[in-house]
């Protein structure tokens, strides 16, 4: 009896899929575990998030940050491959300044700077998967006497 385990490689999409989670996961504990510091339940209740009133817009907004990383969990396994490559280069590059801007002005540099840390390697890791999408290999249509096939 072996003991060896097989390794199966995972695909692209498995891997986009779990990056894309990860990073859900993590992008949504964050602000959960923020409700725990001192202050910021008063400041919700005062109306305010940071510096920005609370209103539908700011939600909305918000919505949309949190939205756009949950649909590429199922757009990068959904979309044919040459648009959820595009699609999942394009987040994943514009994700990068949106969590390091939840950094800006923060006192509680080891919280964030942890959080935003793996977040940035979570993107660095969906960003290299799928920069690094396999080709497939092209098919000849000319036959080995140069006629078509």
């Given at each position: 009896m072996s003991t060896t385990l097989h390794d199966q490689?995972?695909?692209?999409?498995?891997?986009?899929?779990?990056?894309?989670?990860?990073?859900?996961?993590?992008?949504?504990?964050?602000?959960?575990?923020?409700?725990?510091?001192?202050?910021?339940?008063?400041?919700?209740?005062?109306?305010?998030v940071w510096e920005f009133d609370i209103s539908q817009g700011l939600l909305t907004v918000f919505l949309a940050l949190v939205s756009i990383p949950a649909l590429m969990v199922v757009l990068s396994v959904?979309?044919?491959?040459?648009?959820?490559?595009v699609v999942n280069l394009v987040v994943a590059a514009l994700y990068v300044p949106v969590s390091a801007f939840?950094?800006?002005?923060?006192?509680?540099?080891?919280?964030y700077g942890l959080s935003i840390g793996l977040e940035?390697?979570?993107?660095?890791?969906?960003?290299?998967a799928t920069w690094t999408w396999p080709r497939a290999a092209a098919v000849s249509l000319v036959g080995r006497d140069g006629a078509l096939a």
């Open positions: 490689p995972v695909s692209v999409r498995a891997k986009l899929a779990a990056g894309w989670t990860s990073f859900m996961f993590l992008y949504i504990y964050v602000d959960y575990f923020a409700l725990y510091k001192p202050g910021y339940v008063d400041q919700l209740r005062g109306g305010s959904a979309l044919p491959a040459r648009p959820a490559r939840n950094a800006i002005g923060e006192a509680w540099t080891l919280f940035l390697v979570l993107l660095a890791y969906v960003l290299r």
